[in-house]
């Protein structure tokens, strides 16, 4: 975490509102990004991204600038996530958005890009809740063993065996991607 | 190390998660070992297929745009300025100087009416001596009132009605000497009297109730008071 980020933070807490927008900026990839993944409906996405970030500028006081948000902010919308399974039937309904970085290709690489990635899409979503937080966290994030397992709330242990699990599963369903 | 072993490592491995003696002992094996090095090459391709696709996404405009709204809402046009923040400060503590000083002047001023208001409404009938106080003050007052009551209704051209007796003796005079005419507060002063509770008459309503029961002859016809006044020297 940059020390601007802890600056953004101090003036976001004295309620300025360019500073809560700067948060946003910063991490709206992030949690719109595991919102996508874990959930399929769109509604559910685009509710708990709101939901996350007005939640964040509520408990912002309790929140340490120097920590950064960033660890609240994932904790936050995996619970609202997981919340979300435990409450509402799934529904598998693809969430397609703009992505962060588009890849350059050619027609015919596109095409075969967004194959891969619809095939990966159906893949990810027939994982178990908590196997697919993990492999959001550690891939779409890079976050290592530990850190996915701090965020989690489980062991290292865990976070490796359900990686294993999870890797097995995608691989039988996207070998000819690879 | 084996294959099979090492093969069982091999995806830590490439997510650079085995450390200490197993991971150079898989890094030994795999300068030495084909089959091993081909599985950890599919393997790396495979985490870079995960980390390409599984990537952080922006959410649609429209959805920025209406959670910029709600964090504008969510902050007050005051607060969302500098200056308006000062300001609000500067009134909070405006706000907070004027009533700490009007705190302080609440207990540090002289009231020089309270003490005499508490001593009027709270008569301590517990003596004989007590007793002969009070009823001297009830005589007092009854006279008073003797007074009020027979004073004539004068009509006031300047005023156009005909002006209230007293500004103690109005409506509610009336309506207490109706009440004791009807004996009730002659049995409220008993009742009270019974109690030893008669020093917690307060207000001038209930002393108005009291001394017009006096007025009446009726409070000392009964109850402990009349007894008491009966021993009187």
């Known amino acids: 975490m940059s020390i601007d980020e802890a600056e953004i933070i101090r003036r976001a807490r004295r309620g300025d509102a360019r500073a809560r927008l700067g948060l946003v900026d910063m991490y709206q990839a992030m949690v719109f990004g595991i919102a996508g993944h874990m959930l399929n409906r769109r509604e559910d996405v685009e509710e708990v991204f709101q939901t996350v970030f007005l939640r964040l500028f509520e408990h912002l006081d309790a929140i340490d ?7 609240w902010l994932r904790r936050t919308v995996l619970n609202e996530c997981f919340r979300r399974f435990e409450t509402r039937s799934r529904r598998l309904e693809p969430v ?10 050619s027609p015919d690489g596109l095409v075969k890009e967004q194959e891969a990635r619809r095939a990966l899409r159906r893949a990810i979503d027939a994982l178990p809740p908590h196997e697919r937080a993990t492999v959001v966290l550690h891939y779409m994030e890079g976050l290592a063993y530990a850190d996915v397992a701090e965020a989690l709330g489980v062991s290292v242990e865990t976070v490796r065996s359900r990686l294993k699990r999870a890797r097995a599963q995608l691989r039988k369903r996207l070998q000819k991607y690879f | 190390m084996q294959c099979d072993e090492v093969q069982d490592f091999l995806e830590d491995y490439v997510a650079e998660e085995l450390g200490g003696e197993v991971g150079k002992g898989v890094a030994r094996h795999l300068q030495s070992c084909a089959a091993c090095r ?3 090459l599919r393997l790396t391709a495979e985490q870079h297929f995960f980390k390409n696709h599984i990537r952080p996404e922006l959410p649609p405009a429209e959805l920025r745009r209406r959670l910029e709204k709600a964090l504008l809402a969510s902050t007050s046009p005051f607060r969302r300025s500098v200056r308006g923040r000062r300001l ?8 907070v100087a004027v009533g700490l000083v009007l705190l302080v002047r609440a207990f540090r001023t002289p009231r020089p009416q309270r003490p005499a208001r508490a001593r009027e409404g709270q008569m301590s009938v517990r003596t004989d001596q007590d007793l002969e106080r009070l009823l001297a003050e009830i005589k007092a007052l009854a006279a008073e009132i003797d007074a009020f009551a027979s004073q004539p209704a004068v009509w006031d051209d300047q005023m156009g009605r005909f002006p209230r007796l007293t500004p103690e003796l109005s409506k509610s005079h009336r309506h207490l000497v109706q009440q004791a005419r009807e004996g009730l507060a002659a049995q409220q002063l008993a009742v009270a009297s019974q109690r030893n509770a008669v020093g917690d008459i307060a207000g001038s309503r209930a002393r108005r109730e009291f001394v017009t029961a006096c007025l009446f002859d009726t409070a000392v016809g009964s109850g402990s ?4 006044e009966r021993s009187k020297p």
Do not use: H, K, T
């Open chain 1, 65 to 71: 600038p120097d920590r950064g948000v960033g660890g």
């Open chain 1, 96 to 105: 397609a958005y703009q992505e962060l970085a588009s890849p350059q290709a």
């Open chain 2, 38 to 40: 081909s599985a950890l």
């Open chain 2, 88 to 95: 609000v400060r500067v009134a909070a503590a405006l706000l």
């Open chain 2, 225 to 228: 008071l009349s007894n008491r």
